[in-house]
């Protein structure tokens, strides 16, 4: 079983930078690969970036490429998402998830694990 916290959310304007962090509870974090996620109001949960549990392979969606990162530490059982020259139209709740022992697909029905989500906000 694994717990996931997401935080870092908040209100930016376009073109400015956030940093979420995903912290997982257990001892076998370095097991899992990990995905951010993200909704929008009105539409359906869509892939964000996902990193093999190495962290030697990451994924982006088309929408994000260039300009978000994913990142994770094992040692501190946590994933990161550093999103930069942020758009309107990234505005959604942010989920991060987990799969275990299995590679850093971007299909939601793969993976094992879901946060709670945290809310970002970006104003034109």
């Known amino acids: 079983q694994v717990q996931l916290v997401e935080a870092g959310g908040g209100l930016v304007q376009a073109g400015g930078s956030l940093r979420l962090s995903c912290a997982a509870s257990g001892r076998t974090f370095s097991s899992y690969a990990m995905g951010w996620f993200r909704q929008a109001p009105g539409k359906e949960r869509e892939f964000v970036a996902s990193i093999s549990w190495s962290g030697g392979s990451t994924y982006y969606a088309d929408s994000v490429k260039g300009r978000f990162t994913i990142s994770r530490d094992n040692a501190k059982n946590t994933v990161y998402l550093q999103m930069n020259s942020l758009k309107p139209e990234d505005t959604a709740v942010y989920y991060c998830?987990?799969?275990?022992?299995?590679?850093?697909?971007?299909?939601?029905?793969?993976?094992?694990?879901w946060g709670q989500g945290t809310q970002v906000t970006v104003s034109s």
């Open positions: 998830a987990a799969r275990f022992r299995a590679p850093p697909i971007a299909t939601m029905s793969g993976y094992d694990y």
